[in-house]
């Protein structure tokens, strides 16, 4: 099943936000979910820090994809090689 994704401003780990119901216009068009003014306060499994994000912060997630953690990015393993 599909989801949508966010990514811990701490330690740059993906976790999942909610699921994406099951059906033809969910997975091809899909829609958000509603997020209020102030955001909502998520915490990491990773690294337990607790922050506040918004809607677009959220990133939609396949499930035949894996997400990529923070210590595969290549921005990352770059950054280690300077």
Same mark, same amino acid.
């Given at each position: 099943m599909a989801s949508w994704l966010l990514h811990c401003k701490n330690c740059g780990e993906a976790f999942a936000y909610s699921l994406v119901p099951d059906t033809a216009t969910s997975y091809y068009l899909p829609s958000p979910p509603a997020f209020p003014p102030q955001g909502r306060e998520r915490?990491?499994? /990773?690294?337990?820090?607790?922050?506040?994000?918004?809607?677009?912060?959220?990133?939609?997630? /396949?499930?035949?994809?894996q997400p990529i953690s923070a210590s595969h990015r290549w921005w990352t393993l770059a950054a280690s090689q300077v």
């Open positions: 915490e990491c499994p /990773n690294c337990k820090t607790k922050s506040a994000y918004q809607q677009i912060d959220l990133r939609f997630q /396949n499930s035949s994809v």
